[in-house]
């Protein structure tokens, strides 16, 4: 067994290379470690690039519960549960279930983290010198049909409610967005009628990236240019020893001074038999990309009644939608990808058969919060179940992390956070 750097970061999607670079720049060796380049394996690939200060709220709550129905993809909605699934989902469906009664509490710990996110990504771009790959100019959401103006009404009002933001949609936007999706009929699809009534409201508060996966990279790369270094191994167990570490892949074992572990959905194997509950479950994104084709405005949209974000990126469109929850080792359902295809193109988007495609699984823990902690009495450390947020948190985890490696009191409190909570 070979001693090597002071903190391994096992994981590399933008939350291990966030902590890297987070520790890099106090000084610290580091050893990032992953099975894949940095940002290539996870859901830090393919992801909406969205900066998301308004979902300050956790996903379980009484209303969806009452009526998760009306999400399911077989009814046109995001949400897949294949049944094969639904005997090991049942016990993650409870704990989401039981969430929902705590769902005040849950935001009054998540959104502190959540609002300053724009503002703590761009200061972070500007350390690592790529200021250009964030845009600070919120994002649209839209709805069709007659009852489209009381629906983005009541968001706006549910908004308020929360400190987000939020202004109707400029007409322009509105009038490309309605010109764009009539097109749609001239080629016989089925979709609303021509004259549909079109309402969005702009979040003036959030923010998009250019490319999710150069957001990693940059975050890697600080790290490396602070001494960080990088290896390709697959960590597949964890040892806590006295006062040290030891980490073992089937390659060999090595000991560290601290570790901290930041695998997404693949946690549970790693944490699990050093006695901590981690009841994870993979939701599984698709997005199909258009290459070349132009943007109706430079900020992304979210069609509400479609569950499709469309997102403004670098020479492409990137559309992300779907809730699938069919395990880490299932296959992509490539009739995701056909139907995400033809909603965009009902939409009016360019979109052939060719776009091409990508599925990652979105690390979700049952109350939606995060998980943020340090095992007891050990110097194993964790940043794990960012669900669909980890792009917009990776910064603050970051700094969250290095504040318990130094001993620090954490700027937040995390204490929700400790998967000690199952």
């Known amino acids: 067994m070979e001693r090597d750097h002071t903190v391994a970061v096992v994981g590399a999607g933008v939350i291990g290379a966030a902590v890297a670079y987070a520790l890099a720049r106090e000084g610290r060796a580091i050893l990032l470690l992953d099975r894949a380049e940095p940002g290539m394996a996870g859901a830090s690939f393919g992801n909406a690039g969205h900066i998301a200060t308004e979902l300050v709220q956790p996903l379980p709550s009484s209303d969806l519960l009452f009526g998760f129905w009306r999400e399911l993809s077989v009814f046109g909605g995001a949400l897949d549960i294949p049944l094969r699934r639904i005997p090991m989902f049942l016990p993650w469906a409870w704990r989401f279930a039981a969430a929902a009664t705590h769902r005040a509490d849950n935001t009054h710990h998540l959104a502190p983290l959540v609002k300053p996110a724009v503002d703590q990504m761009a200061r972070w771009l500007a350390e690592v010198g790529r200021p250009e790959l964030l845009r600070k100019n919120g994002h649209v959401q839209v709805w069709f049909g007659p009852r489209a103006d009381a629906r983005a009404a009541e968001e706006a009002r549910a908004m308020e ?199 990652g699984p979105r690390p979700v823990l049952p109350d939606y919060l995060p998980g943020i902690g340090r095992l007891e009495r050990t110097s194993i450390f964790y940043a794990v179940g960012h669900q669909h947020i980890g792009l917009t948190l990776a910064p603050v985890t970051g700094e969250l992390i290095s504040d318990l490696v130094a001993n620090r009191q954490p700027r937040h409190d995390i204490s929700a956070f400790d998967l000690r909570r199952f």
């Open 161 to 359: 409610r929360l400190g987000i933001p939020t202004q109707a949609a400029p007409s322009e936007i509105l009038q490309l967005i309605a010109h764009q999706s009539a097109r749609s009929l001239e080629s016989g699809t089925r979709m609303r009628p021509s004259n549909a009534r079109v309402a969005g409201l702009w979040f003036l508060g959030t923010a998009h990236v250019l490319d999710p996966l150069r957001i990693v990279q940059s975050f890697a790369a600080a790290a490396f240019q602070r001494g960080a270094s990088f290896e390709r191994t697959e960590v597949r167990a964890i040892e806590p020893l006295d006062g040290r570490v030891a980490l073992h892949s089937s390659a060999k074992s090595l000991t560290v001074d601290a570790v901290v572990v930041c695998t997404g959905a693949w946690t549970a194997s790693l944490l699990e038999p050093l006695g901590l509950r981690v009841p994870m479950e993979s939701a599984r994104g698709y997005h199909v990309e258009m290459p070349g084709h132009p943007a109706l405005t430079d900020t992304p949209i979210l069609y509400v009644d479609s569950r499709i974000y469309v997102t403004p990126m670098e020479g492409r469109l990137r559309a992300t939608s779907f809730m699938e929850f069919a395990g880490n080792q299932a296959a992509a359902d490539p009739r995701k990808l056909v139907q995400l295809r033809k909603r965009l193109g009902d939409l009016g988007y360019e979109c052939d058969a060719g776009a091409p495609g990508w599925m």
